[in-house]
Structure formats: C-alpha cells, structure tokens
T-cell receptor
Framework: DAKTTQPNSMESNEEEPVHLPCNHSTISGTDYIHWYRQLPSQGPEYVIHGLTSNVNNRMASLAIAEDRKSSTLILHRATLRDAAVYYCILYNQGGKLIFGQGTELSVKP | EPEVTQTPSHQVTQMGQEVILRCVPISNHLYFYWYRQILGQKVEFLVSFYNNEISEKSEIFDDQFSVERPDGSNFTLKIRSTKLEDSAMYFC?????????????????FGPGTRLTVL
C-alpha cells in the first residue's frame, strides 16, 4: 500500500488559515489523494479528495503538487471545531482505507 | 442527512464470550466495512463486504470474526470468543458506489463506533 508522511501535530489559532502537509512520493498514477479527519471520540469523517487538480469544497481546499508527490489540505479559517486528527490517504479503486497516524491539529482560541 | 448508526455505543463483555456489534449503513450504499481502533492507536481495516460476501479482509480478521448482512438494513460483526486484545473502538462504514473515480461517491461514511471492553 502506498505510504504517506504527515507531521505528528500542528497548532493553529482560531480564525487563521491552516495548511496541513502530506508527502506521498511513491504515489502511483491511479491513486487518488483522500483526506479524512477524526474529531475527538468520533468516527473518521471524509473531508476532500483529488487526483491532479486543486479542489475546493465547503469544508476545505486541497492543493496538489504538479508532480503529485505532495499535497496540502487547507482550512481557510480554523475554528475550535476543526481540532481533530487529519489523515492523508492514498485511495485506489475503492476498497479499504489505510490510515496512518495522521496530524493532530489543535486550535487555540 | 443520512448517517451510519451503530449499536450498542458501549459493550462490556467477559473474555471468551461472543459479541455481536450492529450497524445500519446508509440505505442506498452497496459497500460495507468494519474498522477498529485500539485506544491511542491508528484506525485499522478489518473487512470489506459487497454483494453478500467478503471482498477483502485483513490479518486481524481471523476465524474468530465473522460478518453478516442478515436483512436489507443491518450489517453485523461477530466475535466468537473475545480476547482482552479485542478491546477497541469498532467503526462501521459504508460507501455508495463502486470504483467510479470521478464521482464523490467513493467516500466512506463512518458510524460513531462501538466501544468494546473485554474484561
């Protein structure tokens, strides 16, 4: 399974943008980049996904490097509710999600 | 908004006992999954289920585990003889479509989990 590397933890201030990086240097051409997050005491929750182009949705934006070896999840204005563990996952043809340790994001008021 | 539900929220059992964890996936979803998360550790895949059969399982999913979709709405995980190390949070997830990449339907929707404590 293709591997991703994320920082263990990051801090942000409320209402400021947050950029969560992910490296996936061994990504294959058919891998989609998915981001999930896990709020405290809850199940994982889908955030966003992309293949090559940058993507936006109501929750976040995903910026994908031109060589696809890295990506960045962008939360435009962090709120206290965004404090969670964020997982960057390479996903291919459906099937299982392989979770790493993710990045634990803390948001300070 | 439709959601995946799981019951019970917390199950306490004695080692060696059988437990059944229940999930109600989103109604028009076709793919079903179980994951577990031991306290403080990462989420681990257990099994995926499609068209009334297991499509993939991990090394964790040994003969003590089984899954079933007994009717059109429930999806269950049975552990035949629980061990202390089975204590974990168990998450059910479901997904709408197959591997059609350009739709948003590849996302998996997770339930809130069942905390299993084996004493």
């Amino acid at each position: 399974d293709a591997k991703t590397t994320q920082p263990n933890s990051m801090e942000s201030n409320e209402e400021e943008p947050v950029h969560l990086p992910c490296n996936h240097s061994t990504i294959s051409g058919t891998d989609y980049i998915h981001w999930y997050r896990q709020l405290p005491s809850q199940g994982p929750e889908y955030v966003i996904h992309g293949l090559t182009s940058n993507v936006n949705n109501r929750m976040a934006s995903l910026a994908i490097a031109e060589d696809r070896k890295s990506s960045t999840l962008i939360l435009h204005r962090a709120t206290l509710r965004d404090a969670a563990v964020y997982y960057c996952i390479l996903y291919n043809q459906g099937g299982k999600l392989i979770f790493g340790q993710g990045t634990e994001l803390s948001v300070k008021p | 908004e439709p959601e995946v539900t799981q019951t019970p929220s917390h199950q306490v059992t004695q080692m060696g006992q059988e437990v059944i964890l229940r999930c109600v996936p989103i109604s028009n979803h076709l793919y079903f999954y179980w994951y577990r998360q031991i306290l403080g550790q990462k989420v681990e895949f257990l099994v995926s289920f499609y068209n009334n059969e297991i499509s993939e399982k991990s090394e964790i999913f040994d003969d003590q585990f089984s899954v079933e979709r007994p009717d059109g709405s429930n999806f269950t995980l049975k552990i035949r003889s629980t061990k202390l190390e089975d204590s974990a949070m168990y998450f059910c997830a479901s997904r709408y479509r197959g591997a059609y990449r350009d739709t948003p339907f590849n996302e998996q929707f997770f339930g809130p989990g069942t905390r299993l404590t084996v004493l």
